[in-house]
């Protein structure tokens, strides 16, 4: 007689879902394992009514499987005297490749936790093999001291056995473990070795470790377990349990039925989440979790948690990225109970929640706050190179100059640097208050790397206030520019949520906080932020203590990453921490965490070379569309570096793909282009990164001390894949690649795909570089003035006094005096006649002057030419 709590195995919901959605036979079949589990009851008695498989089974043991559609369909469970777990459903074909991966699959639990798989040869005729792979320690070193001992120790009295394990070297062979287990004669203590040699020989140390912990009896199989054992254990990561004729299992069986979505198992705790979640707190509390750590799952739970134990209670879930909350959306209807428990969460992105309060305070002013302008259709990108680089007559940044001449002489990309400088002061300081940014001793710029004078910091301040008038005047507002409008009512603000949870809280700034800590009741359990350091990739002040946030000794950990397997998650975390330092770190309130690997593994990720973008591109397509074509359930993520998300939505928008924007639902897309930025949440089988080249990675023009931002959007774009990590890029890769070039395999493009053409395209389309130019981003062959020049990629690195030159003789309009030009129209124009090396030209600039003008424009008159 079975237990009334059928066990679900991770696999199971993602088969039956595939199944259901490759429609025909296959659908047939999956609503007919639909209706099983809806008739199952208190003994399972309906299993007895299904034809087994004719042949036994020694891959899993204590497995039966069942025929469905003649021999062509099978159903793989896992059964007791006491339990069964539903493990698979597929094909004929499908089911026998699932057994060959998950050969010694058995379930297990450790006191006080949930369920857990681990793996154990079913018997000495049937042992298991896992392919071997090579690291840079020697077997027995890929164990801690403490494992190591736990291991040995089993084995210590067979003297020669010790010694012949610990010669084994980084590469070991079945063959070569069969031959050392072979001298042991206890079946037992054979198996056991056998076992943990070959797990470690695969470097699959979770499993290993977990055999250890069997063998000495720290995990309970399954078939030692009594009803009321299971009862009580919490859902995990892996093994779920659905309670038959619950209001759980019903929500289950309706959800699969309407919409045949596993987004469910996104949501599943593990006890380290589930601890979270439960914990109750006297004010605000923070939660800091390595990438992969499911925060956002423990976001979700704690509002759903909040909610059902305060049933006239309203909690506000939000987050920066309005793609990242529109998945949010998604996953909260399905993790919430019911449509009251739902309807009393309310999920915005803070831009949205800025417009909301605004449009309280300010209906007549709503046009003005969007980020696309209803008058012109431009967007805020559009609008403020249109500022910055006074075009249109628009004198109003001219007060920048002298900022900008300085850090392009310095190779800092100014545009940039002056904008994010606008944010950061934005992001910290409040409008009536924002004199103090002139004084050192009190705004510190913590985060700024290039320092600021006091002329300077007032030349910004006057350059900020004609940005906000551009704004106002254009009728478009970026969601800091929300901020700004919404600080000027912040004494109006009234709580309005009993709770509030922020996820991604890490690149919330001061004034945003504070927004948050004004519109949320004081109380238990009021506040919750959830961040990682890692991918802190805003500049921004933040300071808790300044918003009014005091979380002293809240702070709670989850450092197992959930998602990435130890190998892409070791890619990432050496591609972060060999090029960071913990000196960029200026916020006592978050720190840099550790992550704990996976026990999941796979091949290493891949750096990919091509001949061009254009190539990157169409050999990524060609991967993609390979991968789709065998695993058509799985998701995949193209991520552009060195472009904006405004330029990779109208590249997708061109290409008919979805785009990680949060104004559409990309959750059952296959394919969805994105920016780095833009992944962070999300999570695909697949994810290639494109464009990983020098010079994008960081950008030429970052400042060598913030290029850490730049790491952790990589980061995060790496962390997104599950399964399958690509790095592409076209001439020199970047350092960052470089430096991690043990956890990366580096190949050629060619070499791994066939370039299908169809795939071939034109590249994203850059924001214009020039007022005269057009917005295919030419520069018209240099034919521009030297100021234009100036505000270009291709001016850094000029000294002081060539762009002063530049700016004074290159004017747009040219004059001669007698035969000989005084005055030059265009760049191209002063270009040519320092080619021609006039004597009267070199009396204008000086000699080192015209040289460094002469070797420098000429390059960009290349680079522009092959561009």
């Avoid at 009728?475 to 009512?489: E, N, R």
């Avoid at 930025?677 to 950008?699: A, H, R, W």
């Avoid at 290159?810 to 004059?815: A, H, L, S, T």
Wanted: glycine residues 6%; charged residues 30%.
């Amino acid at each position: 007689m079975f237990l009334t709590i059928p066990l679900h195995y991770k696999d199971f919901e993602k088969s039956l879902h595939l199944l259901k959605k490759r429609g025909g036979k296959h659908k047939d079949v999956a609503d007919k394992v639909y209706q099983l589990l809806r008739e199952l009851d208190v003994g399972c008695e309906v299993l007895k009514k299904l034809p087994r498989s004719n042949h036994g089974e020694n891959r899993l043991k204590h497995c039966v499987k069942y025929k469905y559609s003649g021999n062509n369909y099978r159903l793989i469970t896992i059964q007791t005297n006491r339990q069964v777990v539903f493990c698979f459903v597929g094909t004929h074909d499908a089911a026998e490749d699932w057994l060959h991966k998950n050969r010694g699959l058995e379930i297990g639990k450790v006191p006080g936790e949930s369920l857990k798989s681990y793996i154990r040869s079913p018997s000495s005729d049937e042992l298991i093999g896992p392919a071997p792979d090579s690291t840079e320690k020697n077997l027995i070193d890929r164990l801690t001291d403490d494992r190591q001992a736990q291991f040995l120790g089993v084995v210590q009295s067979l003297t020669k056995v010790v010694m012949e394990i610990g010669k084994l070297g980084k590469i070991v062979t079945p063959a070569e473990i069969k031959q050392l287990c072979d001298s042991i004669k206890h079946t037992q203590k054979r198996m056991f070795v056998h076992d943990v040699l070959s797990l470690l020989s695969a470097n699959q140390i979770n499993d290993a470790e977990n055999r250890i912990d069997l063998e000495h009896g720290v995990i309970e199989p399954l078939e030692t377990l009594s009803p009321e054992d299971l009862v009580e254990v919490p859902d995990g990561d892996e093994i779920r349990r659905i309670v038959v004729g619950t209001p759980a299992h019903e929500k289950w069986l309706n959800n699969f039925s309407q919409s045949g979505d596993y987004y469910d198992w996104l949501l599943f705790l593990h006890p380290e989440q589930r601890k979270v979640v439960d914990s109750d707190f006297p004010g605000p509390a923070t939660l800091a979790g390595v990438s992969g750590s499911g925060k956002t799952c423990v976001a979700i739970k704690r509002a759903i948690r909040l909610v059902e134990e305060n049933p006239e209670s309203k909690v506000l879930l939000v987050t920066l990225n309005r793609s990242l909350a529109g998945l949010i959306r998604s996953l909260v209807e399905v993790a919430a109970p019911d449509i009251a428990t739902r309807d009393r969460i309310e999920i915005q992105s803070f831009f949205e929640l800025c417009q909301q309060l605004l449009n309280r305070f300010e209906p007549d002013n709503w046009k003005q706050y969007v980020d696309v302008s209803h008058k012109l259709e431009e967007h805020i990108d559009e609008v403020f190179r249109e500022f910055y680089r006074c075009w249109f007559n628009n004198d109003s940044a001219k007060v920048l100059l002298p900022i900008h001449r300085s850090l392009i002489a310095q190779k800092v990309d100014a545009e940039t640097y002056i904008r994010e400088e606008f944010d950061w002061i934005r992001s910290g300081i409040v409008e009536s208050k924002r004199l103090n940014y002139l004084s050192n001793e009190i705004v510190k710029r913590e985060g700024r790397r290039v320092p600021f004078q006091k002329e300077w910091r007032e030349k910004i301040l006057t350059g900020l206030f004609k940005w906000e008038e551009k704004m106002r005047d254009t009728g478009v507002i970026d969601y800091l520019g929300l901020t700004t409008a919404l600080s000027k009512h912040l004494n109006k603000l009234e709580p309005e949520y009993d709770y509030v949870v922020i996820d991604e809280a890490q690149d919330f700034g001061t004034t945003e906080l504070a927004v948050l800590r004004k519109i949320c009741k004081v109380g238990p359990n009021d506040l919750f932020l959830c961040s990682d350091i890692a991918q802190h990739v805003l500049p921004k002040k933040r300071s808790l203590s300044e918003a009014g946030i005091l979380t002293q000794r809240r702070r709670n950990k989850i450092v197992r990453n959930y998602r990435n397997t130890r190998e892409i998650l070791k890619a990432a975390y050496e591609v972060l921490t060999n090029n960071l330092d913990e000196t960029w770190v200026d916020d006592p309130d978050i720190e840099i965490l550790d992550p704990a690997y996976s026990s999941r593994s796979s091949n290493k990720p891949v750096a990919l070379r091509a001949d061009s973008l254009e190539d990157e591109i169409a050999y990524a397509r060609t991967l993609i569309s390979g991968h789709l074509e065998r695993h058509t359930e799985d998701r995949c993520c193209l991520a552009f570096a060195g472009y904006t998300i405004r330029e990779i939505q109208a590249y997708g928008e061109k290409q008919g793909e979805s785009v990680l924007l949060g104004n559409k639902e990309p959750l059952n897309a296959g394919l969805v282009y994105s920016d780095l930025e833009q992944t962070k949440g999300y999570e695909f089988d697949v994810v290639i990164i494109l464009n990983c080249n020098k010079s994008n990675l960081p950008p030429i023009g970052t400042p060598p001390q913030e290029a850490y931002r730049h790491g952790c959007r990589l980061y995060v774009s790496m962390t997104r894949a599950k399964n399958e990590l690509y790095l592409s890029y076209s001439g020199e890769p970047s350092e960052w690649l470089s430096k991690a070039k043990d956890s990366l395999a580096f190949m050629e493009w060619k070499d791994v795909e066939e370039l299908d053409d169809v795939f071939r395209t034109e590249l994203p389309q850059r924001l214009f570089q020039s007022e005269s130019g057009d917005k295919e981003n030419s520069m018209h062959g240099l034919h521009i003035t030297g100021d234009e020049f100036l505000y270009t990629p291709e001016a850094r690195g000029l000294s002081i006094d060539a762009i002063q030159k530049l700016s004074d003789l290159v004017d747009g309009q040219g004059r001669f005096q007698g035969t000989h030009r005084v005055r030059w129209k265009t760049v191209n124009q002063l270009l040519r006649d320092l080619q021609s090396n006039a004597p009267r030209v070199k009396n204008f600039f000086g000699p080192k002057v015209s040289k460094e003008l002469a070797d420098q424009l000429a390059r960009a008159d290349v680079r522009v030419r092959q561009s």
